[in-house]
T-cell receptor, first 115, second 116 residues
């Protein structure tokens, strides 16, 4: 059974550019969440999607956006990149709608470096 | 608001020693879930265990055991006879049941270094 797949694994972007990260959840999982991990702020929730609808959003500026497709794959986009956006971006999928009864399975992440 | 505190930033042990990772959580909700995740250098968060707020039964799984105590809001994790492969960062996380939406609130993590 394939796990959660995140692409690309590494990215280097310049300030001001925009970037799109992709996440393919485990087959059958309809809930996808995104988290940002930095040394200073730790693991912070970005947003959660279920059946193509954003159901929850963390405290991040509007430059951070996402979407989910009908096949449950999700993308997140960061526009006008800042140096502080350098982080490991982790995607998690869950079988249940809220994940409350099941564990979350995380991907290996996309490491974004903004220069 | 929810909060998870992992007071131990880094722990170093010699292989075969037992080690306990502490986790204290804060929430006003009566229904919640607690998780432990392991993050090796590769970056992936590996799910270890989930407990709901109504299940205080502690469990042993191989070399791992968990101690959940609602009275002290603690959810501690013990590795018995540690091995070098256990070296990683361990995160405790809290999930509140909001009915339709969810998010994990993570602690700051405890880096475990197991040496020979």
């Amino acid at each position: 059974k394939a796990g959660v797949t995140q692409t690309p694994r590494y990215l280097i972007k310049t300030r001001g550019q925009q970037v799109t990260l992709s996440c393919s959840p485990i087959s059958g999982h309809r809930s996808v969440s995104w988290y940002q991990q930095t040394p200073g702020q730790g693991l912070q929730f970005l947003f959660e999607y279920f059946s193509e609808t954003q159901r929850n959003k963390g405290n991040f500026p509007g430059r951070f956006s996402g979407r989910q497709f009908s096949n449950s794959r999700s993308e997140m986009n960061v526009s006008t990149l800042e140096l502080g956006d350098s982080a490991l971006y982790l995607c998690a999928s869950s079988l249940a709608g809220t994940g409350r009864s099941y564990g979350y399975t995380f991907g290996s992440g996309t490491r974004l470096t903004v220069v | 608001a929810q909060k998870v505190t992992q007071a131990q930033t880094e722990i170093s042990v010699v292989e075969k020693e037992d080690v306990t990772l502490d986790c204290v959580y804060e929430t006003r909700d009566t229904t919640y879930y607690l998780f432990w995740y392991k993050q090796p250098p590769s970056g992936e968060l590996v799910f270890l265990i989930r407990r709901n707020s109504f299940d205080e039964q502690n469990e042993i799984s191989g070399r791992y055991s968990w101690n959940f105590q609602k009275s002290t809001s603690s959810f501690n994790f013990t590795i018995t006879a540690s091995q070098v492969v256990d070296s990683a960062v361990y995160f405790c996380a809290l999930l509140i049941n909001t009915g339709t939406a969810s998010k994990l609130t993570f602690g700051t993590g405890t880096r475990l270094q197991v040496t020979l």
